[in-house]
């Protein structure tokens, strides 16, 4: 009997392809890529994982992870959108259905956002709208010199704003007295990962 209900689970599970779009180490993701690595997410293909930055540790998980890693370098001679039409084209052929944004330096052009619309999914690192248009340590620090008892992370739709899109999902961690920087950002990582992988999850179930 649980042999036949596990099969029944399976096959209402949907199959999604999931880009994921990176500048930085991806640190985020790596529960996600694990548990992928691991065969406990039937229905997801991750066809690729794509950053802007050749030496981005995020290529190295891609790598890892045995996961194609493609790096497009960015031509001063071209346009946002020009550059855009190259991830679209990639996009495009590879039948993606969702894009991760962790930690993407880029802004999004309408190229991505006319087609992808509620499909380009962003993490950042702060209860926004506290704390938006900021980056990285920055976030925390700025956290810190606030004097915040809380601080968290939030998952959103990209749309035309900087972090404006709209909130799929926030959580919540206490600051302490002696955290610092390095540990707020560790705390924070580790709510981000958690939301990748609940989101996803919540696709393919």
Known sequence: MAKM????KMANMKNINIAIFGSTNGTSITRLLEEYANNNLIGLQIPFIFSNRKNSGILEKASKYNIKGIYIPYDT???RNEYDEQLAKLLVDNKVDYVLLVGYMKIITDVLLDKWENKLVNIHPSLLPAFANMM???VHKAVLDRGCKITGATLMYVDESVDGGPIIDQRVVQVECDDTVDTLKEKVQS?????LLDFVKNLII
């Open 136 to 138: 990285n340590k920055s």
């Open 5 to 8: 209900a596990n099969m029944a």
């Open 191 to 195: 709510l981000e990962g958690e939301m």
């Open 77 to 79: 001679n071209i346009t």
